[in-house]
């Protein structure tokens, strides 16, 4: 393995001068730079990071944590992220948490252990909030993205749930329905209960009613059968049974869809289904969910912006918090007018 010494003598220099040009310091001439540049080339040296950390303190590695890696929405997630850690002298690990409080955990000790710079993260659930006080304990700066936690002070990147839920909800009242159901992810999740609170509320602003039988608790994966909650759903009488749904989250969109149609159900014209955050085109060359799009890749690129402000010590000392507003597009999923 090629080192600094062996550079050095090649280059007929000290091993501190070939330190200082990988190092990038200033005061170093032009001429002795590029002899040492060429010569690193010449021989394919790779820098040692574990003996550079040992002195900088610092590994130059960064996590982000994300609860599924299948879901577009975090696949950009990982792009937005990964752009940002590179353009800043970074790298990235990433770790996917399956939804897991407990795989989440060992990712955690994981990280302690090989001493990642900060974690980029999107909770699990609620309960996620032990993890990340360990990492602080650690001194391990962590930034949350997508989903909050309770009483936990840090950075943030999150949704705007509340305008983004009611506009998708007046939508739908607009179009003339009144039962209106939801089916949204596990309710130990930030962002499930965000965007029900804003659900109800909305109904209930507009003075309807806000049925028991029309809401549903499901998870988050692409592989949920809905099927019997939409049967049973659609078995209620007639002035109970929905005529829209509001999924609030891309997958649960896509499984409702599918669902419906496994129970002879027609999209708009039995019911109209609109959800919270796009959901991958499966039905031709056009999308048909009425869908509020996130800025998924903002999320991963403006949360690493944050956390390396922190790593780095010029971030404001009060936790800072960005709210990041959704693109909203209607399409043929909830255009069939009721009168």
Do not use: W
């Given at each position: 393995?090629?080192?600094?010494?062996?550079?050095?003598?090649?280059?007929?220099?000290?091993?501190?001068?070939?330190?200082?040009?990988?190092?990038?310091?200033?005061?170093?001439?032009?001429?002795?730079?590029?002899?040492?540049?060429?010569?690193?080339?010449?021989?394919?040296?790779?820098?040692?990071?574990?003996?550079?950390?040992?002195?900088?303190?610092?590994?130059?590695?960064?996590?982000?944590?994300?609860?599924?890696?299948?879901?577009?929405?975090?696949?950009?997630?990982?792009?937005?992220?990964?752009?940002?850690?590179?353009?800043?002298?970074?790298?990235?690990?990433?770790?996917?948490?399956?939804?897991?409080?407990?795989?989440?955990?060992?990712?955690?000790?994981?990280?302690?252990?090989t001493g990642a710079d900060g974690v980029l993260i999107a909770p699990a659930n609620d309960s996620s909030k032990k993890n990340i006080r360990k990492l602080t304990k650690y001194n391990i700066p962590v930034v949350l993205i997508d989903?909050?936690?309770?009483?936990?002070?840090?950075?943030?990147?999150?949704?705007?749930?509340?305008?983004?839920?009611?506009?998708?909800?007046?939508?739908?009242?607009?179009?003339?329905?009144k039962n209106i159901a939801i089916i949204n992810g596990p309710p130990d999740v930030a962002t499930t209960q965000d965007r029900y609170r804003a659900y109800h509320d909305t109904l209930t602003?507009?003075?309807?009613?806000?049925?028991?039988?029309?809401?549903?608790?499901?998870?988050?994966?692409?592989?949920?059968?809905?099927?019997?909650?939409?049967?049973?759903?659609?078995?209620?009488?007639?002035?109970?049974?929905?005529?829209?749904?509001?999924?609030?989250?891309?997958?649960?969109?896509?499984?409702?869809?599918?669902?419906?149609?496994?129970?002879?159900?027609?999209?708009?014209?039995?019911?109209?289904?609109?959800?919270?955050?796009?959901?991958?085109?499966?039905?031709?060359?056009?999308?048909?969910?009425?869908?509020?799009?996130?800025?998924?890749?903002?999320?991963?690129?403006?949360?690493?912006?944050?956390?390396?402000?922190?790593?780095?010590?010029?971030?404001?000392?009060?936790?800072?918090?960005?709210?990041?507003?959704?693109?909203?597009?209607?399409?043929?999923?909830?255009?069939?007018?009721?009168?």
């Open positions: 393995m090629v080192t600094i010494y062996d550079i050095a003598k090649k280059a007929n220099v000290s091993a501190m001068t070939v330190s200082r040009v990988i190092n990038q310091a200033e005061n170093i001439s032009d001429k002795t730079r590029k002899k040492v540049e060429d010569i690193i080339k010449e021989l394919n040296y790779v820098p040692n990071n574990s003996a550079r950390s040992l002195i900088s303190k610092k590994t130059k590695i960064l996590s982000l944590m994300i609860t599924d890696i299948a879901n577009p929405f975090f696949t950009n997630v990982a792009r937005g992220a990964e752009d940002k850690a590179m353009q800043m002298g970074y790298q990235l690990m990433l770790c996917n948490s399956d939804e897991s409080v407990e795989k989440e955990s060992k990712y955690v000790d994981m990280l302690i252990s989903r909050h936690i309770k009483d936990l002070k840090c950075d943030q990147v999150l949704s705007d749930n509340e305008t983004t839920t009611r506009r998708l909800m007046e939508h739908l009242i607009g179009q003339g329905h602003l507009h003075g309807l009613p806000v049925n028991r039988k029309l809401i549903h608790h499901s998870h988050f994966f692409r592989d949920s059968d809905l099927s019997t909650t939409i049967k049973l759903m659609m078995e209620l009488p007639k002035n109970e049974r929905p005529t829209a749904m509001f999924a609030t989250s891309n997958f649960i969109g896509l499984n409702i869809v599918k669902s419906l149609q496994k129970n002879n159900v027609k999209v708009p014209e039995d019911v109209a289904v609109v959800c919270y955050d796009g959901v991958p085109n499966y039905t031709g060359s056009e999308p048909f969910l009425t869908a509020a799009e996130q800025p998924s890749y903002n999320f991963g690129y403006m949360g690493m912006q944050m956390l390396i402000e922190r790593i780095e010590n010029t971030a404001p000392e009060q936790p800072r918090k960005i709210v990041l507003p959704a693109e909203f597009n209607i399409r043929a999923s909830s255009l069939y007018k009721r009168n």
